[in-house]
Nanobody, 127 residues
Framework: QVQLVESGGGLVQAGGSLRLSCAASGRTFTSYAMGWFRQVPGKEREFVAAISRSGENTDYADSVKGRFTISRGNAKNTVYLQMNNLRPEDTAVYYC????????????????????WGQGTQVTVSS
């Protein structure tokens, strides 16, 4: 089992930046591919970004490509989401997720493929 705790959300003006962090505890962090998802009320949870166990492969939703960057610090058991040039439509609760996988280079964009989830952190972008 792994526990995930997100931080770094908040209120920012359009065009601004935020950096989300997700600290993992429990089992070996490097056993997990990691992902960020977001959800607004009344809508399904949507994929934002993913990173493989090794960190060599990443994947992004088209809506955030070129603005968001996912990274991981395996020594700190933490995954990050750097969000630049934020837009009002980025407003959502952002969730960190962990997927146990034997494949070091695999990423996953599908929420149901993840085993563990954090509690979420609110990001609000004002226009």
């Amino acid at each position: 089992q792994v526990q995930l705790v997100e931080s770094g959300g908040g209120l920012v003006q359009a065009g601004g930046s935020l950096r989300l962090s997700c600290a993992a505890s429990g089992r070996t962090f490097t056993s997990y591919a990691m992902g960020w998802f977001r959800q607004v009320p009344g809508k399904e949870r949507e994929f934002v970004a993913a990173i493989s166990r090794s960190g060599e492969n990443t994947d992004y939703a088209d809506s955030v490509k070129g603005r968001f960057t996912i990274s991981r610090g395996n020594a700190k058991n933490t995954v990050y989401l750097q969000m630049n040039n934020l837009r009002p439509e980025d407003t959502a609760v952002y969730y960190c997720a962990a997927k146990e996988t034997a494949l070091t280079s695999r990423t996953s964009t599908i929420p149901t493929g993840y085993n563990y989830w954090g509690q979420g952190t609110q990001v609000t972008v004002s226009s």
